[in-house]
């Protein structure tokens, strides 16, 4: 039985934590130092980290605001002390958006198959390089037309535990119901590995907040973080 969706376990499938609970990268096969602060907020509960660089007494102050912060609801309100994480930090909002979880039950799609080459990306798609889906994206569901793959979705982000949904589709192929069907796919295949799969977005970006009204997918926690 996979873990349920929570802040905590979005947390941990985001970002690789060091022995303090603070960030030391992006959970991605090509990492990043990740944002200074992240903080997502469920209906009960609030899970934060602070990036390893920073100060101590920073880190100190940040967590102080963040175990007074309120858990979400409504989703689109920001955070509590939005505005105190900003100045503290002296940076801007990196991301703001829903996570999430998917139900039980969605129907595979027999037209999606999983590959296992990035090369076969190459017709419509820039950016990925060899040695990637080993590195933790697969596993890829694509969904294929001539021969080629024109929607895909992949492991953005992937713990031994949950993986986080990467999606892309092809300019000329999109408002076609691909997306919903490779992110179904994904799901199921996850699941088969015994991870949870998880899908996040940001507020401002209203074809993937599309897919997830498509799919039933139901908002479980808010992620915000200042870069």
């Known amino acids: 039985m996979t873990a349920p969706a929570s802040p905590r376990l979005q947390l941990e499938t985001l970002y690789v934590l060091d022995g303090r609970g603070r960030i030391a990268c992006t959970r991605e096969p090509r990492p990043s130092p990740g944002p200074r602060f992240a903080l997502?907020?469920?209906?009960?509960e609030c899970a934060w980290a602070?990036?390893?660089?920073?100060?101590?007494?920073?880190?100190?102050?940040?967590?102080?605001l963040a175990?007074?912060?309120r858990p979400s609801g409504p989703w689109e309100r920001p955070p509590t002390h939005a505005g105190a994480y900003q100045a503290v930090l002296g940076g801007r909002i990196g991301w703001w958006g829903p996570a999430f979880a998917f139900p039980e039950g969605l129907r595979?799609?027999?037209?999606?198959?999983?590959?296992?080459?990035e090369s076969r990306l190459g017709?419509?798609?820039?950016?990925?390089?060899?040695?990637?889906?080993?590195?933790?994206?697969?596993p890829v569901m694509a969904l294929i037309e001539d021969g080629a793959p024109v929607s895909v979705c992949f492991c953005a982000r992937r713990s031994d535990v949950a993986a986080e949904a990467g999606l892309e589709?092809?300019?000329?192929?999109?408002?076609?119901?691909?997306?919903?069907r490779v992110t179904s796919a994904w799901a199921d295949a996850v699941r088969a590995s015994g991870r949870t799969p998880l899908y996040s977005t940001s507020w401002d970006n209203p074809g993937s907040l599309a897919v997830a009204r498509s799919l039933g997918l139901a908002i479980y926690a808010t992620d915000w973080s200042v870069a």
């Open 108 to 117: 595979s799609v027999a037209a999606v198959e999983e590959i296992h080459d």
């Open 67 to 69: 175990s007074r912060e």
């Open 50 to 64: 602070v990036r390893a660089d920073i100060a101590d007494e920073v880190a100190e102050e940040l967590a102080a």
């Open 169 to 180: 589709t092809a300019a000329n192929y999109r408002r076609r119901g691909h997306a919903a």
């Open 40 to 44: 997502i907020r469920g209906v009960a």
């Open 123 to 138: 017709t419509h798609f820039s950016g990925w390089v060899a040695g990637e889906f080993a590195a933790g994206a697969s």
